[in-house]
């Protein structure tokens, strides 16, 4: 499984149970190599104890079903809290009601 082994994740990282819910908004930040970023925001469909699934439907703050490239993915837990290359960690969307 990589650099770490599953125990060595659960040990490093919250249970997505207590960090996100079904349903939640979440977002993250992509930066290609020439240092432009882009926004995705999408809703998390699916949660378990090693990943969840998220359907991104919005980017840089417009709807784009369909023209976003990958509209959905499977995060697994390393990925959500520590991000990787190319991706920031997934995290809640920030809204009014939380400010």
Not at 36 to 54: N, S
């Amino acid at each position: 499984m990589g650099e770490y082994g599953e125990k060595d994740n659960v040990r490093r990282h919250p249970s997505l149970y207590d960090a996100f819910e079904l349903g939640d908004r979440v977002e993250r930040i992509f930066q290609d190599d020439s240092g432009q970023k882009k926004v995705y925001k999408g809703i998390v469909l699916a949660i378990d104890k090693k990943g969840m699934e998220i359907y991104w439907d919005t980017k840089d703050g417009k709807y784009k079903p369909g023209e976003i490239g990958i509209d959905f993915t499977r995060c697994h837990l390393k990925e959500i809290f520590d991000g990787n290359q190319l991706y920031s960690p997934i995290r809640k969307e920030k809204n009014y009601q939380d400010i």
